[in-house]
């Protein structure tokens, strides 16, 4: 939900959309504009051989930046599954430079593995690691990365390595500084004294004032002087361009919008270029409401990374959303390789594909191939604290390098079976009778859901952890009848503490000295839902196991163990602060600056709370927790969702590039709201959106207050049946779903696949995200444009065979072919070769369905064979940790189907049987049909043969899941 909803309706009423001056550019950012302004060439950096240090597993060796004299030490270590680890840290720092703790991002330390040093020659120092080669250029410093000695990934190719070494301010800065607040002293322009009263003014003529009064803090960028328009008060100020080198304006001391950064430790910058030579295309770097192949940022900002609340974001640029996970891939025929640097603080991240334009630099492929066509993607990261610390995965397949990216930061854990299925979500369902009036029009309209949800306004004054006793006087009775159906709720909890002396969860947190200082010392103080709010401090685990013993049932009165949680707001959103979050200089409780590790506090505040839920059960049960700020490591504490989007079409369409490059940066359990938040959509746009959401991991609709009603009943029939059709197949689907979440918590695997993941070699894919894959056999083209009736879908892979998941209409791979769907159709289609378990029997709620039984459908490849899994447990402990599960492999061939048990826990047992058998692709109809189970008892089973379809129905088999069986056809 929208943090600034509130705030911009008073300002800025008559229009609509982001509010692009609230956020910084590159060129209004001290530390990106002076690393994007540095030209690319030789490298001041280089490495000083002689101090070669060597170990097993890593190499430690001194770099010297030439220019100024700093000394820096190169730390390199050979990981397990081929990763490199590249650290660069200043060799005397003056002060601490934050690294994130172990257990935060990373999992663990990560395992080590023997780095092999090849010795040295012409100025090169040659390791290798399995099959991946390592050569460090000494003079100057650059690193390649190669895979059988072909090049892959290099870092400072270009030269634009700079790291800003730790000093102290000097007489001069502070006079200047000093000269700086006088001025702005004898105007009226003190921020901090403002009250929300007199904010309108403040955004409107305040700002403006500010800038006029500051002599040239910015420059404004050359795209923005020419877009003019919506940028009068910063193009303004447009000033001379401001030394390359060591004497910029914003060093010391920075000022956006009237808001002052103190910056106490000066420029503390990071960045460095990455290349990735032979590969066209890069994807990953979430969030950015953007294409899943990342653009050439030449023309336009790089793309940011930085924690914010962004009002109704716009699409197709690079500004930063409310999450960041600074990971990358590359992709081409032959290899998938991954970067991820590991900082908390703000980047930026340029892109170049330089096929066009080798004049700049010449492709690192030419030095070591000789071969000049080959493309490149030449990247440059800044970030504005913190170390160089780059992990490179080597892949070589997409498959290795989601495994390798998850050994490091952790992979999403199996959710519970309802946290899976549909989330009914409203700002806001207003009372109890209306919470009982959803669910009981639900089951009237016969549309199963298994959450409820409630958001800010059922709390006592936006005090989190309480309830409006007035509306919801009897939420244990209210949560108790949800359960009686197998239906939960979620309560919305944000980080923004109510600055309330009646607040007990106020006043415990600032007199226990849990809370978030300002840059003086004392408890932040800022604007949100409540008004006055203060944060706790999350980085510190003492806070965190504070946080989490909130959410024990004795202290968060009226809960229940049905309830679970909403983390909102959590980048965190300040509505008085400089770009709506956390000024930089607020410190935490460690002495660290916000700025060091501004992009990890919404993941921790969603470990706390994930924390809080499994404490809450003693650590039995899986917890859910949805929350809209992230980080790289996320992915272990549940869901995500895109955060405000808007109820237009463009949005729908831009669900599926956000939500892949989600997928491939480790965040699995992610989803938008269905039907958009802002606005009211119509009703076509609405059932659209349900159909396309069915094949996304995470399932929930939800609105804006101001919207609307839009429970799915309240649609004209014809689009009621719609979305009501949509959201029993994801039901019918399930056991396939659980299936992608169990396979992603144990191999790292997306649930949600670009179609390159699947058929890496087919180049013609590698730009498409209009389609999707759902796991290796189901692939989507939503409807997204209005009034459409039919679509072009493209069918990857050779000699691959599709059935349409509805007619088993066949479809021949590597070709673009139009698909009638009318309102009534999403088009899907199953992938001729693979075996998917679904349940057909209509349920209130996905905890009902436990012991339902499964239809298994069976599409055969052009050689007749088939191959599938199913997985079972009991749907809501951690008891399958323990073994407490079932994983079976099915396998059609030679007219049979194979049940094959991978894995039976003892005394792990499950009602659920095959209950049909539909087999598509079968070209003439079985005379016989068994059943021979293990016992060697053998029965015949009846059946049916549609002969113009060519598709199979075996009824009732009958036969348990996890039981070893084989179902012959003569
Ligand atoms: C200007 O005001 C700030 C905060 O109110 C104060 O810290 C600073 O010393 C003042 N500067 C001068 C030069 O008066
Ligand atoms: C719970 O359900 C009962 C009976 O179905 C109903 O009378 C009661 O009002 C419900 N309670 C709440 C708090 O919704």
Same mark, same amino acid.
């Given at each position: 939900?929208? &943090?600034?909803?509130?705030?911009l309706?008073?300002?800025?009423?008559?229009?609509?959309?982001?509010?692009?001056?609230?956020f910084?550019?590159c060129?209004?950012s001290?530390?990106?504009k /002076?690393h994007?302004?540095?030209?690319?060439?030789n490298s001041?950096?280089?490495?000083?051989?002689?101090?070669?240090?060597l170990s097993?597993?890593?190499?430690?060796?001194?770099?010297?930046?030439?220019?100024?004299?700093?000394?820096?030490?190169l730390?390199?270590?050979?990981?397990k599954?081929?990763?490199?680890?590249?650290?660069?840290?200043?060799?005397q720092?003056?002060r601490?430079?934050?690294?994130?703790?172990?257990?935060?991002?990373l999992?663990?330390?990560?395992d080590?593995?023997e780095?092999?040093?090849n010795g040295?020659?012409d100025?090169?120092?040659?390791?290798?690691?399995?099959?991946s080669q390592?050569?460090?250029?000494t003079?100057?410093?650059?690193?390649?990365f190669?895979?059988?000695n072909?090049p892959?990934?290099?870092l400072?190719?270009q030269?634009?390595?700079?790291?800003?070494?730790?000093?102290?301010?000097?007489?001069?800065?502070?006079?200047?500084?000093?000269?700086?607040?006088?001025s702005?002293?004898s105007?009226?322009?003190?921020?901090?004294?403002?009250k929300?009263?007199?904010?309108?003014g !403040?955004?409107?003529?305040?700002?403006?004032?500010?800038?006029?009064?500051?002599s040239?803090?910015?420059?404004?960028?050359?795209e923005?002087?020419?877009e &003019?328009?919506?940028?009068d008060?910063?193009?303004?100020?447009?000033?001379?361009?401001?030394?390359?080198d060591?004497?910029?304006e914003?060093?010391?001391e920075?000022?956006?919008?009237g808001?002052?950064d103190?910056k106490?430790?000066?420029p503390?910058?990071?960045?460095v270029d990455?290349?990735?030579?032979?590969f066209?295309?890069?994807y990953?770097i979430?969030?950015?409401?953007?294409?899943?192949?990342?653009?050439?940022t030449q023309?336009?900002?790089?793309? #940011?990374m930085?924690?914010?609340?962004?009002?109704e974001?716009?699409?197709?640029?690079?500004?930063?959303l409310?999450? %960041?996970?600074?990971?990358?891939?590359?992709?081409?025929e032959?290899?998938?390789?991954?970067v991820?640097?590991?900082?908390?603080?703000e980047g +930026?991240?340029?892109?170049?594909?330089? $096929?066009?334009?080798?004049?700049?630099?010449?492709n690192?492929a030419?030095?070591?191939?000789?071969?000049?066509?080959?493309?490149?993607?030449?990247?440059?990261w800044?970030?504005?604290?913190?170390?160089i610390?780059?992990?490179?995965?080597?892949?070589?397949?997409?498959k290795?390098?989601?495994?390798?990216?998850?050994s490091?930061?952790?992979?999403?854990?199996?959710p519970?079976?309802?946290a899976?299925?549909? %989330?009914?979500?409203? !700002?806001?369902?207003?009372?109890?009778?209306?919470?009982?009036?959803v669910?009981?029009?639900?089951?009237?309209?016969?549309?199963?859901?298994?959450?409820?949800?409630?958001?800010?306004?059922?709390?006592?004054g936006?005090?989190?952890?309480?309830?409006?006793?007035?509306?919801?006087?009897?939420?244990?009775?209210?949560?108790?009848?949800?359960?009686s159906?197998?239906?939960k709720?979620?309560?919305?909890?944000?980080?923004?503490?109510?600055?309330?002396?009646?607040?007990?969860?106020?006043?415990?947190?600032?007199?226990?000295?849990?809370?978030?200082?300002?840059?003086?010392?004392?408890?932040?103080?800022? !604007?949100?839902?409540?008004?006055?709010?203060?944060?706790?401090?999350f980085?510190?685990?003492? *806070?965190?196991e504070?946080?989490?013993?909130?959410?024990?049932l004795?202290?968060?009165?009226?809960?229940a163990?049905?309830?679970?949680?909403?983390n909102?707001?959590?980048?965190?959103? *300040?509505?008085?602060?400089?770009?709506i979050?956390?000024?930089k200089?607020? /410190?935490h =409780?460690?002495?660290?600056?916000?700025?060091?590790?501004?992009?990890?506090? &919404?993941?921790?505040?969603?470990?706390?709370?994930?924390?809080?839920?499994?404490?809450r059960?003693?650590?039995?049960?899986?917890?859910?927790?949805?929350t809209r700020?992230?980080?790289?490591?996320?992915?272990?504490?549940?869901?995500? +969702?895109? &955060?405000?989007?808007?109820?237009e079409?463009s949005?729908?369409?831009?669900?599926i590039?956000?939500? =892949?490059?989600l997928?491939?940066?480790?965040i699995?359990?992610?989803g938008?709201?269905?039907?958009g938040?802002?606005?009211?959509?119509?009703?076509?746009?609405?059932?659209r959106?349900?159909?396309?959401?069915v094949?996304?991991?995470?399932? #929930?609709?939800?609105?804006?207050?101001?919207?609307?009603?839009?429970e799915?009943?309240?649609?004209?029939?014809?689009?009621?049946?719609?979305? #009501?059709?949509?959201?029993?197949? /994801?039901y019918?689907?399930?056991?396939?779903?659980y299936?992608l979440?169990?396979?992603?918590?144990?191999t790292?695997?997306?649930p949600?696949r670009?179609?390159?993941?699947?058929?890496?070699?087919e180049?013609?894919?590698f730009?498409?995200?209009?389609?999707f894959?759902?796991?290796?056999?189901?692939?989507?083209?939503?409807?997204t444009?209005?009034?459409?009736?039919s679509?072009?879908v493209?069918?990857?892979?050779?000699?691959?065979?599709?059935?349409?998941?509805?007619?088993?209409?066949?479809y021949?791979?590597q070709?673009?072919?139009?698909v009638?769907?009318?309102?009534?159709k999403l088009?899907?289609?199953?992938k001729g070769?693979?075996i998917?378990?679904?349940? $057909?029997?209509?349920?209130?709620?996905?905890?009902l369905?436990h012991?339902?039984?499964?239809?298994?459908?069976?599409?055969?490849?052009k050689h007749?064979?088939?191959?599938?899994?199913?997985?079972v447990?009991?749907y809501?402990?951690?008891?399958?940790?323990?073994?407490?599960?079932?994983?079976?492999?099915?396998?059609?061939?030679?007219?049979?189907?194979?049940?094959?048990?991978?894995?039976?826990?003892?005394?792990?047992?499950?009602?659920?049987?095959?209950?049909?058998?539909?087999v598509?692709?079968?070209?003439t109809?079985?005379?016989?049909?068994?059943?021979?189970k293990?016992?060697?008892?053998?029965?015949?089973l009846?059946?049916t043969?549609?002969?113009?379809?060519?598709?199979?129905?075996?009824?009732?088999?009958?036969?348990?899941?996890a039981?070893?069986w084989i179902?012959n056809?003569?």
């Open positions: 939900m929208q &943090g600034l909803y509130l705030l309706t008073v300002l800025f009423c008559t229009c609509f959309g982001v509010h692009r001056e609230n910084r550019t060129d209004q001290s530390f990106c /002076r994007r302004n540095l030209p690319p060439g001041d950096y280089v490495v000083q051989p002689s101090t070669l240090k097993k597993t890593f190499l430690t060796v001194n770099v010297l930046n030439t220019k100024n004299n700093i000394g820096f030490l730390h390199v270590y050979g990981l599954d081929k990763i490199f680890r590249v650290k660069l840290v200043e060799a720092p003056i601490h430079r934050y690294e994130i703790p172990i257990g935060v991002t999992v663990a330390e990560p080590q593995e780095l092999v040093y040295e020659s100025g090169q120092l040659k390791f290798s690691l399995g099959d390592m050569i460090i250029n003079s100057p410093l650059r690193l390649d190669l895979i059988n072909e892959v990934t290099s400072n190719a030269g634009l390595l700079k790291f800003e070494h730790t000093q102290e301010k000097s007489a001069e800065e502070l006079e200047k500084i000093n000269n700086l607040h006088s702005l002293n105007s009226d322009s003190n921020i901090d004294a403002i929300r009263e007199e904010r309108p !403040w955004f409107s003529s305040r700002v403006s004032s500010v800038f006029s009064l500051i040239q803090p910015f420059r404004a960028s050359k923005e002087a020419e &003019g328009a919506d940028n008060a910063e193009a303004e100020n447009e000033a001379e361009k401001p030394a390359e060591d004497q910029d914003g060093m010391w920075e000022t956006f919008k808001f002052t103190s106490p430790n000066g503390v910058s990071v960045g990455v290349a990735f030579p032979g066209r295309y890069v990953g979430p969030e950015h409401a953007d294409s899943f192949a990342l653009k050439n023309s336009t900002d790089p793309y #940011r930085y924690n914010l609340d962004v009002f974001y716009e699409l197709y640029n690079p500004m930063a409310y999450g %960041h996970i600074p990971f990358m891939v590359a992709h081409n032959k290899h998938t390789v991954g991820f640097f590991h900082n908390a603080a +930026w991240i340029d892109i170049r594909s330089n $096929m066009a334009d080798k004049s700049v630099f010449s690192l030419d030095f070591v191939t000789g071969n000049n066509d080959v493309p490149q993607t030449d990247t440059h800044i970030f504005e604290d913190g170390i610390d780059i992990f490179v995965l080597m892949g070589p397949e997409p290795d390098v989601f495994r390798q990216y998850g490091l930061t952790g992979n999403t854990p199996l519970p079976l309802w899976i299925a549909y %989330h009914q979500c409203r !700002w806001n369902y207003n009372d109890q009778d209306d919470v009982r009036t669910d009981l029009t639900m089951d009237k309209f016969d549309i199963p859901f298994d959450v409820l949800w409630l958001d800010i306004e059922h709390t006592d936006k005090k989190y952890f309480t309830w409006d006793v007035t509306r919801f006087d009897n939420s244990v009775e209210m949560l108790r009848n949800l359960s159906k197998g239906r709720m979620v309560t919305i909890v944000d980080p923004h503490l109510k600055r309330d002396d009646n607040y007990e969860k106020y006043t415990q947190a600032r007199n226990q000295g849990l809370l978030v200082k300002n840059k003086d010392g004392n408890d932040f103080d800022g !604007w949100c839902w409540p008004g006055s709010s203060s944060w706790p401090d980085l510190e685990p003492q *806070v965190r504070w946080w989490a013993d909130q959410f024990s004795d202290n968060y009165k009226g809960s163990h049905n309830l679970y949680v909403w909102d707001m959590n980048e965190p959103s *300040v509505f008085n602060s400089p770009e979050t956390f000024p200089d607020v /410190r =409780l460690s002495g660290v600056e916000n700025r060091e590790v501004h992009n990890i506090y &919404g993941m921790l505040v969603h470990q706390a709370t994930w924390d809080g839920l499994l404490k059960s003693n650590y039995k049960e899986r917890p859910f927790v949805l700020a992230f980080f790289a490591g996320s992915q272990r504490s549940g869901a995500v +969702w895109t &955060g405000d989007n808007m109820g079409w949005h729908l369409k831009m669900t590039p956000m939500m =892949l490059s997928n491939l940066a480790g699995h359990f992610s938008a709201d269905i039907g938040f802002f606005k009211n959509p119509d009703s076509e746009l609405i059932a959106w349900y159909q396309a959401a094949f996304q991991p995470f399932f #929930r609709a939800h609105a804006h207050i101001d919207t609307k009603r839009r799915p009943y309240l649609l004209p029939e014809e689009h009621m049946v719609v979305a #009501r059709d949509a959201i029993k197949k /994801r019918s689907y399930l056991p396939y779903w299936l979440f169990y396979l992603s918590e144990t790292g695997m997306p949600m670009s179609l390159w993941m699947e058929f890496p070699s180049t013609s894919i730009e498409r995200d209009d389609e894959m759902t796991g290796n056999a189901i692939l989507v083209k939503p409807v444009e209005e009034g459409q009736t679509v072009s493209y069918f990857p892979g050779n000699n691959v065979i599709w059935y349409d998941i509805e007619s088993y209409e066949v021949q791979g070709q673009e072919k139009t009638q769907a009318p309102l009534s088009p899907a289609f199953q070769g693979t998917i378990p679904r349940k $057909m029997r209509g349920r209130r709620s996905a905890s369905t012991n339902d039984p499964i239809t298994l459908i069976v599409c055969l490849d007749g064979k088939a191959e599938g899994q199913v997985y447990d009991d809501h402990s951690y008891e399958y940790r323990e073994g407490a599960y079932a994983l079976s492999n099915l396998v059609f061939h030679n007219f049979k189907l194979e049940n094959n048990i991978i894995h039976k826990g003892n005394g792990f047992t499950t009602k659920e049987w095959i209950e049909r058998i539909i598509a692709g079968v070209h109809d079985p005379k016989n049909i068994h059943l021979v293990a016992d060697h008892s053998k029965t015949t009846s059946h043969y549609d002969g113009q379809a060519k598709v199979l129905t075996i009824r009732k088999p009958g036969v348990n899941v039981e070893k179902v056809l003569h």
